[in-house]
C-alpha cells in the first residue's frame, strides 16, 4: 500500500479532534491552569524573571524526552539517555578546554559522540535482538564507567572552557515586555518541531510509527524494521548528544556523574506528554508539552511559601499518575464514541457504508 | 548432566561464568572461601537480594516494579520519623514502616488494575512520588542511635554459625522457590506472564494475582529498607536510591524474560551469585563500584546477545529448538 492510499483510508485523518490534538490541548490546558494557580500562591510570579528561568531550563528535558520519544515511538526505549549526556558533556568540554572552538563546532561534537553511543545501542537491539530495556540497562552503567575511567576523577573546570560558553545559555534573540526569547529555547523548539514534521509527514516517521503500533505486521509488510529500528537510536542519541553541550554550556564544571537519572525524567517527561509507552501512538509536541509541564511544577514548587522544597518530587509523582489516568480514561472515551458513530453509520446507510465504518473501527482499534 | 544442561542452557551458562569468578576470586585472596566471607557477601547486599527474589515473580508475571527503592526509602522514613519523635516504641515503630511499604505496593498494584495502565509507567510514578515521600518525612535530617539490638541484627547469629539475615534471606528464597515453581499461584504467574488475555479465559483471576504481587513487592521492600537502616545505622531521605536497576539486572540477568512468562528461580539465585562475587573479588582487586557496575552492565548484555548470535549462525540447520526457559 502506498503512503497516499494510507492516508486517504486513515479513518481519523479528516477528523479535527483527533485524540492527539486533544492530548495536547488538554496538556496545555493543565499547563495554563497550573501557571494561574501558582500566580495566586507566589507574589511576582508572572514576571520576565521566571520565564526566562523556565525557558533556559526546560531546553535539556525537551532534547530528551524528544530522545526518549523518538525510541518509544517504535516500541523500545531508552534508559541510557543520562549517561549518554554526561559522556557528550564531557568529551564536549575537554575538546573545547583543549581546542578553544567555536559553538557550531563543539555541537557536532556533541551530537557525533552521542550518535555514535546510540548506535552502540541500536546495534544490539536492532541486530543484536536483544531488547532494548537490557540493552539501555547495560548501556546506562557502560558508559558511565567508560567516563569514569576516561576522566580518572578529574572535573573539567568552567575556568578552561572558551568565555562563550558561559554566555551561550543567556544569548537573547530578541525581548517582548522583559520577556527574552533565548537563542536554546527557539533551537529546542526548531529540533522538536522538525521531529513533529518528519515523524507526521515523512514515509520515515509513518514507519516508526507503524513498528510501534505491530512490530510483527511491520516485519510481514516488508519494512526494514531493523535498520528503522537501528536509525531511531543514532537519533535518539545524537539528540541526548545535544543535550549532553546544552548540560555543558548549563553547568561549566563537568564531573563524571553528570547527567546521572535524567533517564527517567526523559521518560516521565515523554509518558506525561501523552506518548504510549507500549509504542505506535503520541507525538513529539505532546512530549514537548510534558518536558515543559514537569519543568514548570519543578521550579515553581520551590517557591510556594507554604510548601517546603522536599514536596516536590511527592507532588511530582502524584501528577505524572493523574496525568497517565487522565489520558487513558479520555482515550477510552474517544474509542468509545467513535465505534458509536460507525455503527449508526452502519445502521443509517447501505452496504457501502458498512465497509468505511470497518475501516473507521478497525482504524479505531489500531489507535488506542 | 548433559541432559540437564542442554534443558537448561541458561543456567549451566551462568552456572560456567559463576566458577569461573570463584577461581580468579580465589587467587586473588587465600581468605575468599572463609565462611565470614561468605556471610559478608550477603549482609552486605541484603536490601538488594531479597528484593530480588519478589522482583522475579512480578518480571515473570510481565510487569516491572521501579519503585521498590523509593518504598525501601519511604519505609525506612516512616520507621525512622516515628522512632525520632519517640511517641512510639521502636518495634512497632518497624512494624508501621513495613506496613507502609505493604500499602505504596497496594496503591501501584490498585492503579495498574483498576486503570489498566502499564506498570512501567505507574511505578515511575511511584520511583519518584515515594523518594518524594521520604524526602518530605527526613528533608534534611538523618536518624540513627537506634536500639543496639536492632543495628546487631545481622551478624547475631541464631542457629550455630548463621546470622539472622542470611537466614532470613533463605528461608524467604526456599519459600519464593516453593510458590513460585510447586504453587498454583506460581503456575498462574507464569500464565498471566505468557498471555493475560489467554490466563483470563481460562478463569484466572489476572487482576487479582497482580494485585498481590505488587503488595508483595511493597511489602519486601518495606523490609529491605528496615534492613538497610539495621547495617548502616542511620536513615536518610536518599536511602536506596537508584537500586531498582541493580535489582532488576539481577533478575534479567537470571535469564528471566522482560516480557514476562518464562524464567526460574534457580536461573536468578545464580545471576545473584554471580554478580555479588563478581562485586566482591573486583572489590578485592580494587577496583571501584563504577568500573563494577560496568561489568556487570557488560554481562548483562553479553548474556543475552551470545546465545542470540550464536542461534542465528546455527540457525541454518533445520532443527526445531524450543527456548523457553522456565520450568519443563
New interface residues.
Given amino acids: 500500500m502506498t503512503e497516499s492510499a494510507a492516508a486517504e483510508v486513515a479513518p481519523n485523518s479528516g477528523r479535527f479532534l483527533r485524540p492527539e490534538r486533544v492530548k495536547e490541548a488538554t496538556l496545555l490546558g493543565i499547563i495554563a491552569l497550573s501557571v494561574v494557580v501558582f500566580a495566586f500562591l507566589i507574589d511576582g510570579y508572572l514576571s520576565g524573571r521566571f520565564f526566562n528561568r523556565v525557558t533556559t531550563s526546560v531546553v535539556i528535558v525537551t532534547l530528551l524526552a524528544a530522545a526518549q520519544a523518538l525510541v518509544i515511538f517504535s516500541r523500545n526505549i531508552d ?1 541510557s539517555v543520562g549517561s549518554m549526556v554526561g559522556v557528550a558533556a564531557y568529551l564536549t568540554g575537554d575538546f573545547l578546554a583543549a581546542t578553544g572552538q567555536g559553538p557550531i563546532v563543539a555541537m557536532l561534537v556533541a551530537m557525533v559522540v552521542g550518535a555514535v553511543l546510540g548506535s552502540v545501542n541500536g546495534l ?1 537491539v536492532a541486530f ?4 532494548a ?3 539501555t ?6 558508559f ?3 567516563l ?2 576516561y576522566s580518572e576523577g578529574a572535573n573539567v573546570l568552567a575556568g578552561d572552557l572558551p568565555p562563550w560558553v558561559l554566555e551561550f545559555n543567556n544569548v537573547t534573540l530578541f525581548t517582548i515586555a522583559g520577556f527574552d526569547v533565548r537563542l536554546v529555547f527557539v533551537m529546542a523548539v526548531l529540533v522538536v518541531l522538525a521531529l513533529q514534521f518528519a515523524l507526521a509527514r515523512l514515509r520515515w516517521g509513518r514507519r516508526i510509527y507503524a513498528i510501534g503500533s505491530n512490530p510483527a505486521a511491520a516485519v510481514q509488510t516488508g519494512l526494514p524494521t531493523a535498520s528503522l529500528i537501528f536509525w531511531s537510536f543514532v537519533g535518539s542519541g545524537a539528540l541526548a548528544g545535544l543535550a549532553g553541550f546544552m548540560f555543558m554550556a548549563r553547568a561549566g564544571t563537568i564531573s ?1 556523574t553528570a547527567g546521572a ?1 535524567l533517564e ?1 525524567e526523559s ?2 517527561a515523554a ?1 506525561v506528554g501523552g506518548v504510549s ?2 509504542g505506535g501512538s503520541g507525538t513529539m509536541v505532546g512530549a514537548f508539552l510534558g518536558a515543559i509541564f514537569i519543568d514548570t511544577l519543578k521550579l515553581s514548587l520551590v517557591r510556594v511559601p507554604e510548601v ?1 522544597e ?9 501528577l ?2 493523574a496525568a ?2 487522565l489520558d ?2 479520555l482515550r477510552n472515551r474517544f474509542n468509545r464514541r467513535w465505534s458509536a458513530e460507525a455503527r449508526k453509520a452502519m445502521e443509517s446507510t447501505g452496504r457501502t457504508a458498512v465497509g468505511m465504518a470497518r475501516a473507521a473501527g478497525g482504524g479505531g482499534t489500531a489507535d488506542a | 548432566m548433559r541432559d540437564w544442561a542442554s534443558k537448561h542452557r541458561w543456567e549451566s551458562l551462568l552456572l560456567v561464568v559463576l566458577l569461573a569468578t570463584i577461581l580468579v576470586n580465589v587467587s586473588l585472596s587465600p581468605f575468599y572461601l572463609g565462611f565470614g566471607n561468605f556471610v559478608n557477601l550477603f549482609w552486605l547486599s541484603i536490601e538488594k537480594v531479597i528484593v530480588v527474589v519478589v522482583m522475579t515473580f512480578v518480571i515473570i508475571n510481565g510487569e516491572i516494579d ?1 519503585s521498590v527503592a523509593s518504598v525501601m526509602g519511604f519505609s525506612a522514613a516512616v520507621t525512622a520519623t516515628l522512632y525520632d519523635g519517640g511517641q512510639v516504641p521502636f518495634a512497632l515503630a518497624i512494624v508501621i514502616g513495613i506496613t507502609a511499604g505493604a500499602i505504596a505496593g497496594l496503591l501501584q498494584g490498585l ?1 495498574i488494575t483498576r ?4 506498570s ?3 511505578t ?10 521520604a ?2 518525612l527526613l ?1 534534611d535530617r538523618s536518624v540513627g542511635d537506634f536500639p543496639e539490638w536492632f543495628e546487631s541484627i545481622g551478624q547475631r547469629t541464631l542457629v550455630g554459625p548463621f546470622p539472622v539475615a542470611l537466614i532470613l534471606f533463605f528461608v524467604g528464597l526456599a519459600l519464593a522457590w516453593v510458590i513460585l515453581e510447586r504453587s498454583a499461584f506460581g503456575r498462574k504467574v507464569y500464565v498471566i506472564g505468557n498471555s493475560a488475555d489467554v490466563a483470563r479465559f481460562s478463569g484466572i483471576e489476572v487482576g487479582s494475582v497482580k494485585l498481590r504481587l505488587f503488595i508483595a513487592s511493597g511489602t519486601v521492600a518495606g523490609l529491605a529498607g528496615i534492613l538497610f537502616a539495621a547495617r548502616v545505622g542511620a536513615v536518610q ?1 536518599t536511602l536506596g536510591e ?1 537500586y531498582e ?1 541493580d535489582i ?2 539481577m533478575v ?1 540477568l537470571g535469564g528471566v524474560s ?2 514476562g512468562g518464562s524464567g526460574s528461580m534457580l536461573g536468578v539465585v545464580l545471576a545473584l551469585f554471580t554478580v555479588l562475587n563478581i562485586r566482591n573479588g573486583l572489590g578485592l582487586a580494587n577496583i ?1 563500584g ?2 563494577q ?6 554481562l ?2 553479553g548474556s ?2 551470545v546465545p ?2 550464536a542461534q ?1 549462525y546455527r540457525l541454518r540447520r533445520p532443527r526445531a529448538e524450543a527456548v523457553a526457559h522456565g520450568p519443563p
Avoid: H
Fill in positions: 534508559l544490539l543484536g535482538g536483544v531488547p530495556i537490557i540493552v540497562l547495560g548501556t546506562l552503567a557502560l558511565r564507567t567508560l569514569s575511567i563524571a537519572g527517567l521518560v516521565a509518558v509507552i507500549l517546603s522536599f514536596w516536590r518530587d511527592a507532588f511530582l509523582g502524584i505524572i499518575l497517565v489516568i487513558t480514561l | 521501579l492503579v486503570f489498566g495502565l502499564p512501567l509507567v505507574v515511575l510514578a511511584g520511583l519518584i512520588g515515594f523518594r518524594g515521600a524526602r518530605v528533608e531521605g537508584t536497576l532488576i539486572t534479567l522482560i516480557f571501584d563504577i568500573t557496575t560496568g561489568v556487570i552492565g557488560l548483562l548484555i543475552v546477545l542470540n548470535l542465528k
